[in-house]
């Protein structure tokens, strides 16, 4: 079994800061990629930034070069630093991975998600 565990979340005004932890535990061999996803009310959740193994990365157009996922592996836990937050980035954020456990099994697990809220 795995476990991830987010931590960060919260309100925040536009334009300010906050940065996302997402933490995995149990039967882990080895973690793939990692991710951040984020669902608004009314909407579809959507891919907010993923990081691989050998550390690629790929952004959500809406969110580059304001947002930055990082993986800390020796943790087995993935970040997200949001910088100039806007009012539409407000979303439960959810992380997600996909691993491999120790009995050789892909395993595609997800956090219980974290309330961002970006109001003034």
């Known amino acids: 079994q795995v476990q991830l565990v987010e931590s960060g979340g919260g309100l925040v005004q536009p334009g300010g800061s906050l940065r996302l932890s997402c933490a995995a535990s149990?039967?882990?061999?080895?973690?793939?990629?990692m991710a951040w996803y984020r669902q608004a009310p009314g909407n579809q959740r959507e891919l907010v930034a993923r990081?691989?193994?050998?550390?690629?990365?790929n952004y959500a157009d809406s969110v580059k070069g304001r947002f930055t996922i990082s993986r800390d592996n020796a943790k087995n836990t993935v970040y997200l630093q949001m910088n100039s937050l806007k009012p539409e980035d407000t979303a439960v954020y959810y992380c997600?991975?996909?691993?491999?456990?120790?009995?050789?099994?892909?395993?595609?697990?997800w956090g219980q998600g974290t309330q961002v809220t970006v109001s003034s």
């Open positions: 997600n991975t996909n691993l491999m456990d120790y009995h050789h099994r892909f395993i595609d697990s």
């Open positions: 149990g039967s882990i061999f080895r973690i793939n990629a």
């Open positions: 990081i691989t193994s050998g550390e690629t990365t």
